[in-house]
């Protein structure tokens, strides 16, 4: 791609506004790319300029600006690079990731995601970092064209051990979004107002439909792939168990997995997935964090993802736990407070104590269930009656969450209270066992649960 001449402005990838500095400023995000295209002006570079440490920049500035279908010497450019230097693929791809994602244009974006199918294609090093990426910003306009390419290489990428965990980000990427979505989008739903795909579809129904034939075959070709999402499968699964097309998968594939599935914990990284790098990084800036994420139409839907990345995937040390920020449990209460759904509540209060169902000591990490146990017992003085919520809605789920293994995840979460008062979360159960404002049935009920004997599993 030629230098832009220099009465023409140089093309924009980053919207703005006019307080956006332009290209040409040092200070623009956009300059370090404009700048190193504007050192290798050739449309084809020569063996020298394949050595130049400013090509990852300045292709990558020709792959976002170019108005048209990519030419074919880019393409040579960017694999013959990539063959003639191994490490050349991978600093492409972080010089893709370092723009800010949610201020690209609409028209970088779709190069964007060329890109990564291009580096797809190849299968070169670094095309999963930059597709892992693009999954946390799922849904974005344009990224119809991500889906197809999970769907194009699943057999390829289920093949390949290092990018097994690549391929179950995309089925839990695209399951928890039918989940937020339930049976049809939220109308006005921010997941969908400004996706060209769906409205240029015949109707939301094909879009929706694009998801749910990607998901249900991952799950009957590729399952011990999603197994590697843990528990959190299954909880996503049982929210969408009223969608026709998986209803087959409960009756023919689930029954006999359910069970190894619930005690594999769900790692860190997967419900890092549902919540976006800005929405992690805001998070604890709760009044902002709302007005942008949850008061939207269909936000709500958002906050049992969120309730399941404070307790899996943010894990602070003692460092920072003692420094004064506001601590885990805090922030789940606050997103409870916010649920003004009956459905959206019952998956919040489950999101909060889905690893007590299954926790295994030894197995688990404390800290996934850290959180409840704090805010059943710091909230109990002057808000008991959120501690009985919690506390009811607790025993609710051993009776009926799964009835055939009611006595295995009792045990589980026996050993749950045990392991917090063990590994001193608390000092022990006496501020629920002894609190006269607990209501006096849950307290017994309490008192019984975790003096029994272990009843065995099933």
């Not at 490490?87 to 949610?102: E, M, V």
């Not at 928890?176 to 739903?189: C, F, I, T, V």
């Not at 943010?314 to 009956?342: D, F, Q």
Request: with cysteine.
């Amino acid at each position: 791609m030629p230098p832009p001449s220099p009465s023409s402005p140089p093309p924009r990838l980053l919207a703005g506004g006019d307080h956006l500095q332009p290209p040409t400023s040092a200070s623009s995000p956009e300059h370090p790319f404009l700048s190193a295209h504007l050192l290798l002006p050739s449309p084809s570079p020569s063996p020298a300029d394949l050595s130049s440490p400013h090509l990852p920049h300045a292709l990558a500035f020709a792959f976002l600006t170019q108005p048209s279908t990519l030419p074919r010497h880019l393409l040579v450019a960017l694999h013959a690079a990539g063959g003639r230097f191994p490490a050349f693929y991978q600093a492409f791809a972080s010089a893709l990731l370092s723009f800010p994602f949610p201020l690209l244009l609409p028209h970088a974006r779709a190069r964007l995601l060329l890109a990564a199918s291009e580096l797809a294609r190849a299968a070169a090093p670094g095309f999963g970092t930059l597709l892992a990426s693009l999954l946390r910003r799922v849904p974005f306009p344009g990224d119809a064209r991500l889906l197809e390419l999970f769907t194009e290489h699943a057999s390829f990428l289920a093949d390949e051990e290092p990018l097994l965990v690549l391929l179950a980000s995309a089925a839990f990427a695209f399951l928890r979004l039918l989940a937020r979505n339930r049976l049809a989008p939220a109308p006005g739903s921010a997941e969908c107002k400004d996706c060209k795909e769906c409205k240029s579809a015949k109707s939301l129904e094909e879009c929706r439909g694009k998801l749910v034939s990607f998901c249900v075959s991952m799950l009957r070709d590729h399952f011990q792939v999603c197994a590697l999402i843990g528990r959190d499968l299954v909880r996503s699964l049982h929210e969408l168990a009223l969608v026709p097309e998986f209803q087959p998968l409960w009756r023919d594939l689930m029954p006999d997995r359910v069970g190894d599935v619930c005690r594999m914990s769900t790692p860190g990284w997967c419900t890092a997935l549902a919540v976006t790098a800005e929405m992690e990084t805001q998070l604890l800036y709760q009044l902002w964090f709302a007005r942008k994420h949850l008061m939207v139409p269909g936000g709500e839907e958002r906050i049992p993802d969120i309730v399941r990345f404070i307790c899996c995937g943010y894990h602070p040390t003692n460092e920072v736990m003692n420094s004064g920020v506001i601590a885990r449990w805090v922030v789940i209460g606050w997103l409870l407070t916010g649920c003004s759904k009956g459905y959206v509540m019952a998956n919040a209060k489950l999101a909060l104590f889905y690893d007590w169902l299954f926790f295994e000591e030894g197995r688990g990490s404390i800290m996934n269930i850290e959180p409840a146990m704090l805010q059943m017992v710091n909230l109990v003085p002057q808000y008991a009656d959120i501690s009985n919520m919690l506390l009811e809605f607790l025993f609710l789920l051993i009776d009926n969450y799964d009835v055939r293994r009611k006595d295995a995840i009792a045990c589980c979460v026996r050993s749950a209270f045990e392991a917090l008062v063990k590994k001193r979360v608390i000092l022990s159960l006496e501020p629920l066992t002894c609190c006269e404002k607990l209501s006096p049935l849950l307290r017994q009920k309490l008192v019984a649960f975790v003096s029994s004997s272990n009843p065995g599993g099933s």
